[in-house]
Every structure is written in C-alpha cells, then in structure tokens.
C-alpha cells in the first residue's frame, strides 16, 4: 500500500501545475470562447507530453494507468483549463484498443496532440443510458449509410476525428448490436450545430442525415462495441472526477483565501464558527472525494464488475460533494462569488455541471444498487 | 500510487485470521455477533488470551512488551478482529496511559505500571471531563494540593467509561490557579480503593451504566503518583489523545456493522419482499456504503502516512467527524430496518444465557441500544464541533 506518486507522476504534476498556473489567463480563456479552446495552451500541453500520458507504452504513450489519468485531469481542472483532453482520451483510446493498422495512425497523432477527437455517442433520447442508441448504421454496397442524431458532442464540431457510436442490429437499448465508426471532419451528409457549454469547452448537436462511409470506417468488430464503450465512459468517468477534485481544491483555495481577508462586523469573517465550521465541512468532504478519485484509479484495470461498482460509487460521491463545494463556496463569498469577473465562477461553473456528464449523483445511486445486487 | 496490501502485509493479514481462528472464544464472539453484553471477565479474559500472544498492546514498542506494529499492521489487526466480533480491547491502560507513561513517565513508573496492564492486575480509566469541563478541557477544577509527601484531592470526575470496573484512574488535575488556564493543570494516577473515592454509576439511554461519576474527597495520593512535572499534565492530556484518536475512525465497527444492517435488510420483509430490494432504503445503504467505501481509503492514507513516520495531525479530526457520522447513520438504518420489533427493551435478553429470550428475531434486539449508546461518538474525544473548529483552525487557518 503506497499513497505517493512515483517519481514520474510527480514530475508531470509538477510541470503541469506550474505551466497551466501560468498559461490559463483571463486573455487564453477568452481566446478559447470561440472554438472551445486556446490553441496556445492545446500546443504547450503537446510540448509537455501531456497527451502521451494518457495513452499505455503499448500505445505509443508513456502512461494511459488510473494514477497517470487522475495527475493529468486534476491539474487541468485546479486550472480551470477548457482543452479537449478528455475527448482526447475517450476516442484516443477507443481508436487505440479497437482500431486497425490505417486507423492507429490517428493515435499516433493523438499521443503526440497532433489531432483533436470527439466521441459521439450521446443522443436527444439516451440521457445516461450507455446502451441506447438509436442511430442506424445499415449497409450499403461495400460500406455504411449512417441515420440519426447525436447530442451534447464535446469538441464535435472542432474534432479532426469523431468517433460515432450506431446500431447495426437489435433493440434501442440492446447492448448487442451497438458498433462504432471512424468519421473524418468534413464527410458529407454531417450537419453540426456548435455551441459554447456551460462549463467552457464547445459541443455539438450533430445530425447524420444518410452519411455514406466506406467499409474502412467501421471501428472494431461490427455489434460488438459496448464493451469497449463501458469500458471508455469508466476511464473518463475516472478522468472527469479528477477534474472536480482539482476544481474542487482552487474553489476551496479561493475560499479559504477570502474568509481570512474579507472583513465584517470588524473582524475577518473567517473567525465566525459557522463559516468556519461550513468551511470544515467542505474540506472534510473534498477528501472523501480525493479517496474516491483514488478507489476508481486504482481499479480501471480490475474486472468489469468490480470496475463499475468504483466507477457508480466514485461518480456518486464526487457529484455530491461537486456540488456541495461549489454552492458552499459561492454562499460562503457572499455576492462576489456569483459575478462573472471573479475567479471563483468559473470553477463553480465547472463543478456544477459534473453531474450532466456521464451520469449524476442519483443515476449511479441506483446502479451502484443494481450493481452490488447482481 | 498502489493500494494492494504489500505479501508482507497479506501473511500478516492471515496470521491474525488463522489466531482468531483458534484462540477467539465462542461465546465471547457470539455474544458480539447478538449484540450481547460483555462483562468485566469477558474483557480479562480477551485480553489473558492476546497477552498470551503478546499481541495485547500493538501499539507498544518492544522493549515495553508490546507488539511493536506499525500503523498498516494495527489497522490490519483492527479489521480483522471487528470481523471476527471479537470484544475490543479495553483502551485506558492500553492504548491511552501506556503510550504517555512511556513518552513522560520515570523509569520506577514504567516498571511498575505497565506489566501491570499488560498482566491485567490494574483497570484503568479516565479521569479527564467534569460538570464544568466537556469539550473546554483545559478548564478542569478538580484540585490537587500539596501535603508532604502527598496531593490531596478534592473534585468531581464524570462520564467516566467504566468507571465501575477500574481500580485505577488517571485524572487531570489542577495544581495551580497560575497563568492560562492550560498551564496550572498534572497528570495524577489515582487508587480508587482509596479512602475518600466514591463512584456513582449513570445510566445511559440504553439503559446501561457505561459511564460513572467520580468523586474525591480529601483523597491522599503519594508523590510518585505525579507523571513527568507538576503543571505540564496539558501537554500529556494532549499527547494521549493524539493516541486515543489513531483509530478513530473506527473502520472496522463501520464495517461490521454495515454488513450487519445488510444482513438484517435481506431477511426483514416489506411488501412481500426482502427489506433490501425496496429501492428507497437500498439507496440509504448504497449511500453510507459509499460514504464508507472513500472514508476507509482516507483512513488507509492516513494510516499509511503514519506507517512512514509522520505523525498524525488534524487529519484524524476528519476522520473522528466522518468516521462517527457513518456509524451513525449505519446505526440508525440498521434501527430503521428492524422496524417495530426496535422497541420491545428487554434489557435482559441482552445478557447472554439469561432465561429470558428476546421478543422478535434476535438480530433486533440490540439495534435501539446500539443506536441510542452510539449518540456518544460524535460527542466524545472532542465533540464533532470542536473537531470542526480545530480543522478550521489547523488546516485552513482561519
């Protein structure tokens, strides 16, 4: 049992905090708002290597362990910084696992940050359900003619690559049946709604209106793609969660910096027991969080079951705490904390929106059950 | 980053299982699988049977006949022995006065003392809150004052854990009025044999007399009583808690008593089926399950952090206010689970082997006792509040 980072996780981590501390500005943020991200920060995140770290050796990476996700993704959330790189990891390592000699040249770009990627798999009726997918994929001629829509798709309309998750068989909700393609930027028939997101970062409604595609675009084996998907969504899931606790531990940095300073009632108002105790709270509770981080990354790689009982319990705890943690911070600021020009915002912004993601608080509630149950 | 125990630790692991295996009596781990009460020879002979082993105080050195275990292999011990519903080990001689005899206490002291609680021929407790002196410690007014070769103590000790089985006790007393009121305070080991010491049971919500008052009256303590000097006994007071709260999370009772709830939830029925499958109160087990699940891993780091030498800080108030919430809560859930047959108190179908049985199944019977006995652990060893304000205090700097 170790709890310390290896000497190179801790190197990354620490390149990593200092670079972003000083390359994610009010300037770069603004500079991010019309396509999503800063093409500065996206290229001296490529310089660093950051990238090769999501991927395994047999990748072509450096890294792509839990441990090596949860260093990347908690610096980029402590920053604040609106990159691509979950998608980066989510259809980088999908390519990676599923994808054939042609299609590997894709994660070889990946692992250098030579290419942005989206992954389209969510649809207007499929919320958190991994399985529902009613995007049709019919065969036609030597190829595909894909049939649907596809929703909230992060860095969608940016991506040089999006991968694209469709029926070839079964029911809606069949976990059967599910395959998934490879579609450059540009192919025909794909009609892209981009739009800023709450958080920071863009998505995309993506509507396929009879996409033709050819045989070479089929990811994997045809039907056989939800597990691989699982299997993704658990490592972003890990990912994102470690982007809340770093967004988790600027909110509570900021806090804590305001309670000593901002004065009423001629004291510092983090001399008065109830915020002190609501400020307690928090911190008690941003470590349950951290605990949990730490109890997904140190199982992505142990069986299915185990794996997703860590991914429902992880994805639980740190919605809750997320949200805790932005709305104690923003009460405990009083009105500064809700203005657009102050730090904390953002980052309340940010942590409010974990739980549209990849299933909220509630939703992994109840699967955790089902899961334990099984 | 690695959280598998090391093939070190996982032999260790199996070594206490295998001694559980063999030396844990039935009928004392019966009686913690019921929820039964254990008596003063219970705890003796629990402890007889560990001492045999050598393994009574893990967190002693060596050279003082402990086992000498780090914090991963206490905690190993912890687990194991919560599993097994073994009886715990009784905490004031062991885990609490030892540790400061053997920091602050003289060479005669030590000698003297501590075989004595490792061969159980003294039972300790603490003489440390009063009326007036809760959560505010250091505002203690029980008075020691100098007489030759004697203190003589006047004052009130109360809430005191066991008070009734102990032949000894270690008190804060005040031997000055001087300075802050921290500054006046000695650490005095009293015989409660001792003319002038009387003890009056309080009982409980439970209905049981856990704890005690203690009174002094005139009472003549010899010299060599005093640990390290006169008016330095807040440092110690202190130094011992830093050692009461190393297992205050309390892992293990969390544990035990979660897959209790669960077993109960799978055999109590509502609506014609399994407690457990009512999606309601699955989702307030699967809550505190996960609660657990990020707790115990923070335990881990703090426990492991220990191991490699640092010395445990406010972390441990998180873990007292975390830790005692999720008992709790398992506590109430589990009283919530038994339903109707929670209030039926036959306080005598608690004792084991009593003629008389418990009404309705008997993994009921000790849910509203547990429940209502266990209100203490957010109050004691520093009520959460005060854990709150020293978080605030230590690690935020407010």
């Known amino acids: 049992m170790n709890f310390q980072l290896t000497e190179e996780r801790q190197m990354l981590q620490d390149g990593l905090r200092r670079y972003l501390g000083e390359a994610v500005t009010p300037q770069a943020l603004e500079a991010a708002q019309t396509t999503g991200m800063s093409p500065d920060i996206w290229a001296g995140l490529s310089e660093m290597g950051v990238a090769g770290a999501l991927f395994t050796e047999d990748q072509g990476g450096f890294g792509g362990a839990g441990f090596d996700l949860m260093v990347v993704f908690e610096e980029l959330g402590r920053a604040g910084a609106v990159e691509p790189m979950l998608e980066l990891l989510l259809a980088g390592r999908l390519v990676a696992e599923l994808g054939d000699e042609t299609q590997q040249e894709i994660v070889a770009q990946a692992v250098e940050g030579a290419v942005q990627l989206a992954f389209a798999h969510g649809e207007p009726a499929s919320r958190f359900d991994l399985e529902r997918v009613e995007t049709r994929a019919e065969r036609s001629g030597d190829g595909w003619t894909l049939t649907g829509r596809k929703s909230v798709v992060v860095n969608g309309a940016q991506a040089d690559h999006i991968v694209v998750s469709a029926r070839t068989s079964g029911d809606v909700a069949d976990r059967d049946g599910i395959s998934l393609f490879l579609l450059p930027k540009g192919t025909a028939g794909i009609e892209i709604r981009d739009y800023p997101l709450s958080q920071g970062g863009h998505a995309a409604e993506i509507v396929l209106d009879g996409v033709t595609l050819p045989a070479g675009a089929l990811l994997g084996a045809e039907g056989q793609a939800f597990e691989a998907i699982e299997t993704a969504q658990a490592r972003a899931t890990a990912a994102i969660c470690a982007d809340a606790l770093g967004a988790m531990e600027t909110a509570r940095a900021l806090t804590g910096d305001y309670l000593k300073t901002r004065k009423q009632f001629g004291q510092p108002i983090g001399k008065f027991q109830a915020l002190q105790h609501r400020a307690a709270d928090m911190l008690i509770e941003i470590e349950q969080a951290r605990s949990a981080v730490i109890n997904l990354c140190g199982h992505l790689e142990a069986d299915r079951d185990t794996r997703e009982i860590h991914v429902s319990a992880t994805k639980h705890l740190v919605g809750k705490v997320a949200r805790l943690v932005a709305e104690e911070a923003i009460q405990m600021h009083g009105g500064i904390g809700m203005t657009e020009e102050y730090d904390l915002g953002r980052f309340a912004r940010r942590l409010s929106m974990l739980d549209q993601r990849f299933g909220d608080a509630t939703f992994h509630l109840g699967r955790f059950v089902r899961l334990r149950a099984a | ?398």
């Open chain 2, 1 to 398: 980053m690695d959280l598998s125990f090391t093939e070190e630790q996982k032999a260790f692991r199996a070594e206490v299982r295998r001694f559980l295996d063999e030396k844990l009596p039935k009928r004392l781990s019966d009686k913690g699988r019921l929820g039964q009460r254990l008596t003063k020879q219970d705890y003796e002979e629990w402890h007889a049977i560990l001492n045999e082993k050598g393994w009574l105080a893990g967190n002693w050195p060596k050279e003082h006949g402990g086992a000498g275990w780090n914090a991963v292999e206490r905690h190993i011990f912890e687990e194991e022995t919560t599993a097994a519903h073994a009886p715990r080990i009784v905490p004031f001689g062991l885990a609490m006065l030892g540790p400061v005899l053997q920091k602050f206490g003289s060479k005669e002291q030590q000698d003297y003392w501590l075989p004595r609680i490792l061969n159980g021929d003294d039972w300790w407790c603490q003489g440390y809150s009063e009326p007036g002196a809760g959560s505010d410690l250091a505002s203690v007014k029980t008075t020691a004052e100098r007489d030759g070769d004697h203190y003589v103590v006047n004052g009130q000790k109360t809430w005191t854990t066991l008070g009734q089985y102990a032949n000894m006790i270690f008190c804060l007393v005040r031997t000055s009025k001087e300075g802050k009121p921290q500054e006046g305070i000695s650490f005095l080991l009293v015989d409660m044999n001792d003319p002038g010491v009387t003890v009056r049971p309080i009982v409980l919500l439970d209905g049981e007399p856990e704890v005690n008052e203690v009174f002094f009256d005139n009472v003549r303590v010899p010299v060599e009583n005093l640990v390290g000097e006169e008016n330095k006994g807040w440092t110690y007071a202190k130094y011992l808690l830093t050692h009461e709260r190393t297992n205050i999370a309390g892992v293990g009772f969390a544990n035990a008593g979660l897959a209790n709830l669960k077993r109960i939830a799978r055999l109590e029925q509502s609506g014609g089926r399994p407690l457990i499958e009512d999606p309601l109160f699955a989702a307030k087990i699967a809550e505190v399950e996960i609660s657990l699940m990020a707790m115990a891993t923070t335990n881990l780091r703090v426990v492991s952090a220990a191991a490699a030498g640092q010395a445990p800080g406010a972390e441990s108030s998180m873990l007292k206010v975390k830790g005692t919430v999720i008992r709790q809560e398992i506590n109430a859930l589990t009283k919530q689970a038994v339903g109707p047959w929670a209030m039926p108190f036959v306080s005598e179908a608690l004792e084991a082997g009593s003629n008389e049985g418990p009404v309705g199944p008997s993994y009921a019977m000790s849910a509203t006792p547990h429940y209502l006995n266990n209100r203490k652990l957010s109050i004691y060893g520093g009520s959460n509040e005060v854990q709150k304000t020293i978080i605030a205090k230590a690690i935020l700097e407010l």
